[in-house]
């Protein structure tokens, strides 16, 4: 089994920043991909950054040039730098891993994190 673990949410100012981080844990070969999505209150949820294992990063046009995504040192764990944060930030943030099974890709999610952006 494979779990994500998120942490790094939590309530911030406007314009302030937050740095969330998920690890990957299990019995897994290699992670093709990594990334965040995050779901606010009565709306869908919509991917805010990827990176693969190739470090190729693409982001949701409403973060660019204040998010970033990276990727530690430990290949399975992933972080989303926010700066500037807005209220419209404010959502459920969730990491998700792309695995490599055998000749498929399975996407594991973690339990997601809050972000609160409020003066």
């Known amino acids: 089994q494979v779990q994500l673990v998120e942490s790094g949410g939590g309530l911030v100012q406007p314009g302030g920043s937050l740095r969330l981080s998920c690890a990957a844990s299990g019995n897994f070969f290699s992670i093709n991909l990594m990334g965040w999505y995050r779901q606010a209150p009565g709306k869908q949820r919509e991917l805010v950054a990827t990176i693969t294992s190739r470090n190729s990063t693409n982001y949701v046009d409403s973060v660019k040039g204040r998010f970033t995504i990276s990727r530690g040192n430990a290949e399975n764990t992933v972080y989303l730098q926010m700066n500037s944060l807005k209220p419209e930030d404010t959502a459920v943030y969730y990491c998700?891993?792309?695995?490599?099974?055998?000749?498929?890709?399975?996407?594991?999610w973690g339990q997601g994190t809050q972000v609160t952006v409020s003066s």
């Open positions: 998700k891993a792309e695995i490599k099974g055998g000749p498929y890709y399975y996407n594991y």
